[in-house]
């Protein structure tokens, strides 16, 4: 188990890292990010138990690239919560492990994960890297 959550924290940095190649306005700030697929693929596979892997490998992406303790921490919890809220909504919504079995529910999908999700880590960067105190931009991962 702890090997898998290893290898899981590990995808997600390089992912992140990856995604962050495609920042142009901001080292930290990004409209692509790669992780949230994985983190989704991840807990609708294995279930809501990986979080921690999620939670730690978007802290080290934050940590490693522009953002202090404090703020990583912020945007590690809006990426897991991300994660979770949509993994939450494709089974409760979307036909769960099968959403894509159907176009009904590849559209729900789209929906709920695509528009509905990923508002919250997408506020929840752009609120800890406004807040006063804080050096402009530092710590927001991406925009949308």
């Not at 979770?84 to 099968?98: E, K």
């Not at 609120?127 to 927001?140: F, L, M």
Request: glycine share 14%.
């Amino acid at each position: 188990m702890w090997l898998g959550l290893t290898v899981l924290a590990g995808v997600y940095v390089a992912a992140g890292k990856l995604g962050l190649t495609l920042a142009f306005e901001h080292a930290s700030a990004t409209a692509v990010w790669p992780p949230t697929g994985i983190a989704l693929a991840a807990m609708l596979l294995y279930g809501y138990r990986v979080w921690p892997a999620i939670f730690v490998g978007a802290f080290l992406v934050n940590a490693t690239t522009a953002g202090s303790v404090w703020t990583s921490l912020a945007i590690a919890a809006g990426n897991t919560l991300e994660g979770l809220l949509g993994v939450w909504l494709v089974r409760r919504w979307a036909g769960g492990r099968g959403v894509f079995d159907r176009a009904r529910d590849i559209f729900k999908f789209a929906a709920l994960v695509g528009l509905l999700s990923t508002t919250v880590s997408a506020t929840v960067g752009v609120t800890t890297s406004r807040r006063p105190g804080t050096r402009t931009g530092t710590g927001s991962r991406r925009s949308g």
